[in-house]
């Protein structure tokens, strides 16, 4: 470890490699279901680790993986030669309405310290997810269609690039990088360091509501929840959800309205009275703490964006599948797109999926490693019900290895673009994955015919 050091000159943080006692705890994502072990992890504790550990990985020939909570669905964090960590990078600061966010904040972080200064950021649902990723892939909140996205809210990011060098990027300094970073900068460009975010006064009164029937009568409860979702007010945040496999077999509408209950109960769809009910009229505080669990220790999920509502055929059939046992839970879920989303044009930044009536996800879920097989066979052969309704593009922030056509399904037509800016800034393809822009031309070309 000391050799290791000493050809790390200037780090302030932890070097783990395998031998390490806390190598175990740190070099697992939070997907589970994959176990990779990288011959080192750097834990920075500062933006100059992060200068210290790109030069040498840079000098040294090694791979390098960027990592801030370790939520990437597809485990594009990790790898097996070397995990740069910035979680360690949590600082944050409030200036005027600018957020400072460092690249490790999680939104616990950011909520807590928000809390009480009458400011609200867009951030991910889960308490553990990093700003970083959540906004650098376009960062989609149920407060987005008011809003806008995550991706929409970055006024300035700080990354560190191939060489080691330090450049900000904002709407009047490294303009083509900073377009790029608003939808498509998670670890494709240089590690992003810290970031700008404008910030929002907190709403008076959010109403938490979840509407539940038997999943026999999702065909019924989606037919009218897509007539009405597609011109509810901006207010709404609103999701339809469908489980089954493993889980309980329901049809939930539900979200967040930004107003008070009796407002929300007279905008709702006009659906067949529900088995459960909730509608929690509250704090934005009360309404972040509801949506902000997670359990799952593995998972896979298949994501698509809709123009058009799911015919009542379809959905008929998506029940079938749902009812029947599964070695996984299920949870398919619509998100409403519109609103602030949709104001903003397809090539304005580069997330490209800005006119969608709805996103789509499947999520399954297990606890168990001999569940993972089974698991995921059960997912490819849904995609297969799934995937017609979509219009061929997907969600970059819930990856997906299993997708042959990733690259234009996450970036559209904004690809080209991307792949310049990825050339201009890391002309040897220093930054990769194996769904980065570096390996977009070769997915491209080995599509089956």
Same mark, same amino acid.
């Given at each position: 470890?000391?050799?290791?050091?000493?050809?790390?000159?200037?780090?302030?943080?932890?070097?783990?490699?395998?031998?390490?006692?806390?190598?175990? +705890?740190?070099?697992?994502?939070?997907?589970?279901?994959?176990?990779?072990?990288?011959?080192?992890?750097?834990?920075?504790? !500062?933006?100059?680790?992060?200068?210290?550990?790109?030069? $040498?990985?840079?000098?040294?020939?090694?791979?390098?993986?960027? +990592?801030?909570?370790?939520? #990437?669905?597809?485990?594009?964090?990790?790898?097996?030669?070397?995990?740069?960590?910035?979680?360690?990078?949590?600082?944050?600061? =409030?200036?005027?309405?600018?957020?400072?966010?460092?690249?490790?904040?999680?939104?616990?972080?950011?909520?807590?310290? *928000?809390?009480? @200064?009458? +400011?609200?950021?867009? *951030?991910?649902?889960?308490?553990?997810?990093?700003?970083?990723?959540?906004?650098?892939?376009?960062?989609?909140?149920?407060?987005?269609?008011?809003?806008?996205?995550?991706?929409?809210?970055?006024?300035?990011?700080?990354?560190?690039?191939? @060489?080691?060098?330090?450049?900000?990027?904002?709407? %009047?300094?490294?303009?083509?990088?900073? $377009?790029?970073?608003?939808?498509?900068?998670?670890?494709?460009? /240089?590690?992003?360091?810290?970031?700008?975010?404008?910030?929002?006064?907190?709403?008076?009164?959010?109403?938490?509501?979840?509407?539940?029937?038997?999943?026999?009568?999702?065909?019924?409860?989606?037919?009218?929840?897509? +007539? $009405?979702? /597609?011109? #509810?007010?901006?207010?709404? /945040?609103?999701?339809?959800? *469908?489980?089954?496999?493993?889980?309980?077999?329901?049809?939930?509408?539900?979200?967040?309205?930004?107003?008070?209950?009796?407002?929300?109960?007279? *905008?709702?769809?006009?659906?067949?009275?529900?088995?459960?009910?909730?509608?929690?009229?509250?704090?934005?505080?009360?309404?972040? @703490?509801?949506?902000?669990?997670?359990?799952?220790?593995?998972?896979?999920?298949?994501?698509?964006?809709?123009?058009?509502?799911?015919?009542?055929?379809?959905?008929?059939?998506?029940?079938?599948?749902?009812?029947?046992?599964?070695?996984?839970?299920?949870?398919?879920?619509?998100?409403?797109?519109?609103?602030?989303?949709?104001?903003?044009?397809?090539?304005?930044?580069?997330?490209?999926?800005?006119?969608?009536?709805?996103?789509?996800?499947?999520? #399954?879920?297990?606890?168990?490693? !001999?569940?993972?097989?089974?698991?995921?066979?059960? =997912?490819?052969?849904? %995609?297969?019900?799934?995937?017609?309704?979509?219009?061929?593009?997907?969600?970059?922030?819930?990856?997906?290895?299993?997708?042959?056509?990733?690259?234009?399904?996450?970036?559209?037509?904004? =690809?080209?673009?991307? !792949?310049?800016?990825?050339? #201009?800034?890391?002309?040897?393809?220093?930054?990769?994955?194996? !769904?980065?822009?570096?390996?977009?031309?070769?997915?491209?070309?080995?599509?089956?015919?």
């Amino acid at each position: 470890m000391a050799a290791l050091m000493e050809r790390v000159p200037c780090f302030s943080g932890q070097l783990l490699t395998p031998e390490h006692t806390l190598y175990e +705890r740190h070099r697992w994502g939070r997907n589970q279901r994959f176990d990779l072990k990288p011959r080192l992890i750097a834990m920075c504790r !500062q933006e100059s680790d992060v200068v210290a550990v790109v030069r $040498w990985a840079q000098r040294e020939g090694r791979d390098l993986r960027i +990592r801030s909570s370790g939520s #990437c669905y597809a485990a594009s964090s990790l790898g097996e030669d070397v995990v740069l960590d910035v979680s360690g990078l949590r600082s944050l600061a =409030l200036r005027g309405t600018e957020l400072m966010v460092g690249a490790g904040a999680t939104t616990a972080d950011i909520e807590t310290f *928000l809390d009480g @200064q009458g +400011r609200m950021a867009v *951030l991910g649902t889960g308490e553990a997810v990093a700003s970083a990723g959540f906004c650098l892939g376009g960062g989609f909140s149920l407060y987005s269609r008011r809003y806008g996205l995550g991706a929409d809210q970055l006024l300035g990011v700080r990354l560190v690039d191939y @060489q080691g060098r330090l450049i900000e990027a904002s709407p %009047t300094h490294h303009e083509d990088l900073f $377009w790029a970073l608003q939808g498509a900068g998670a670890a494709n460009f /240089g590690v992003v360091t810290s970031l700008r975010l404008q910030t929002h006064p907190v709403p008076p009164i959010v109403t938490v509501y979840n509407l539940r029937w038997p999943l026999a009568r999702a065909a019924e409860v989606a037919d009218l929840w897509f +007539r $009405w979702a /597609g011109k #509810c007010s901006d207010r709404f /945040g609103a999701s339809l959800q *469908l489980a089954g496999g493993a889980h309980a077999p329901l049809v939930s509408i539900l979200g967040i309205y930004l107003g008070g209950r009796s407002e929300l109960e007279s *905008l709702l769809p006009d659906c067949p009275e529900p088995k459960g009910r909730l509608l929690s009229e509250g704090s934005y505080s009360a309404a972040v @703490q509801h949506y902000s669990g997670s359990s799952s220790l593995r998972w896979q999920a298949r994501s698509n964006f809709l123009d058009r509502p799911v015919d009542t055929s379809a959905m008929s059939a998506i029940v079938e599948e749902l009812s029947a046992p599964a070695p996984c839970g299920v949870h398919l879920q619509w998100n409403t797109y519109g609103g602030a989303i949709a104001r903003v044009a397809p090539e304005a930044t580069s997330f490209f999926h800005r006119r969608p009536l709805a996103a789509m996800q499947a999520l #399954c879920d297990w606890q168990l490693p !001999q569940d993972d097989a089974a698991s995921r066979q059960w =997912l490819k052969r849904f %995609t297969h019900l799934i995937d017609p309704l979509g219009n061929g593009h997907a969600y970059q922030n819930h990856a997906d290895e299993l997708r042959q056509d990733w690259a234009r399904a996450y970036f559209g037509s904004n =690809l080209e673009r991307l !792949q310049e800016v990825k050339q #201009c800034y890391d002309p040897h393809g220093f930054f990769r994955s194996s !769904q980065g822009l570096s390996s977009a031309k070769a997915a491209q070309e080995n599509l089956p015919e």
